[in-house]
């Protein structure tokens, strides 16, 4: 299941939160290594975006929660269509 999640953390001084950016990053590699997350971008100014590919929902909620306990923010969660699911689907439907 692919999932797209854009953290809104909030407002604290940024030099504040270096060590939880440093230990962010450190949490998100071994997901990066195992497929979980497909890809990871910091924003502009302040949060990130990660494209998640987990199992089921509730591997979503323990990540945004892990994710959440290293800096607190607010989520936004879009579930995503593989490209070539979406094709197919297309292709049968005529949608």
């Excluded at 504040?16 to 997350?37: H, Q």
């Excluded at 502009?44 to 509730?58: C, K, M, Q, S, Y």
């Excluded at 800096?71 to 879009?78: L, M, Q």
Aim: glycine fraction near 8%; proline fraction near 8%; charged fraction near 20%.
């Amino acid at each position: 299941m692919l999932f797209m999640v854009i953290s809104t953390p909030r407002p604290e001084k940024p030099s504040t939160m270096v060590p939880s950016r440093k230990a962010y990053w450190e949490w998100l590699a071994p997901l990066e290594a195992n497929g979980m997350c497909k890809g990871a971008w910091a924003r502009t100014g302040r949060g990130a975006v990660i494209l998640f590919d987990v199992p089921n929902n509730e591997t979503l909620h323990r990540l945004m929660n892990e994710w959440a306990e290293i800096i607190p923010a607010t989520f936004e969660v879009y579930p995503l269509i593989d490209t070539g699911a979406a094709k197919a689907f297309l292709g049968k439907s005529g949608a």
